[in-house]
Structures are given as structure tokens and as C-alpha cells.
């Protein structure tokens, strides 16, 4: 049987809930939602949905790393949004952050995101 393997990224902040960063399973890591906050500065929120959208990217790509894996090896992302509108300024931010991979997506406009952000992303990605 194989284990699971719960485990929270250094250097990011660690979750607020009952939850882990992430959790690692039969060479699979499913990523928690993450928003875009500044590590190590709680108190300080990214402003446009540009600077969000690079933020949150950065912690995922924490969160993989913790888990011995990468952007190039991201199966799957689910993309939360605050606004529709939101859109344009969000996938040109995603379209740098994994350039020529181009893992399955899925975009969910939604209502108000937690404390106040404007995106959240959850990810799976196979561990090397």
C-alpha cells in the first residue's frame, strides 16, 4: 500500500485551515488551492490582477518544488476568478509562467474569492 504523503511548502506561509499545501500519492501531487499571498508578508496583498496572477503562480511553483515536481510536469490546472473580465490580464500571466507546456485548464468565474483576491489556483502534477 502506498503512502500519502501531506506536506506544507517552506517559505510560504502555512495554511490558515485544516489543510496541507499539498498532498503526494502514487506519483501524483494535488495541490491545494492556492492564493496569491506574499510569503512571509501576511499583511501585504499583491494590487492588480497581474501582480495576483504572477503571485499565486509563484507559490505554486513553491508548492511543486516542495513536492519534487515542476511546471513542466503539471497535469492538470483549475483556474478560479474573481471577474471574467479578469481573463485577458490572467492567461497572458499563465501563458509565461509555463510557456510552451499547455496542461489540461479549466477557468471558473466566481464570486469573491477569499480574503478578497481576485484568483486561486489548485493544480495536480505528476512527481518526478
Known sequence: ?????CL????LNPPAGH???????G?????????????GQPDRKPGTI??????VLSNVDQVLAACGS?????????????????WPAVNKAYGEFFGEHRPA???????ELHHGYAIEVEVTAAVD
Open 27 to 39: 506519483g501524483i501531487a494535488y495541490l491545494a488551492g492556492q492564493l496569491p499571498h506574499v510569503p
Open 8 to 11: 506544507n511548502a517552506p517559505g
Open 70 to 86: 515542476r511546471r513542466d510536469r503539471v497535469l492538470r490546472c483549475t483556474v478560479y476568478v474573481s471577474d471574467i473580465a479578469h
Open 50 to 55: 497581474e501582480e495576483q496572477a504572477r503571485q
Open 105 to 111: 485548464r479549466a477557468v471558473v468565474p466566481v464570486g
Open 19 to 25: 489543510y496541507s499545501h499539498a498532498v503526494v500519492h
Open 1 to 5: 500500500m502506498r503512502t500519502l504523503e
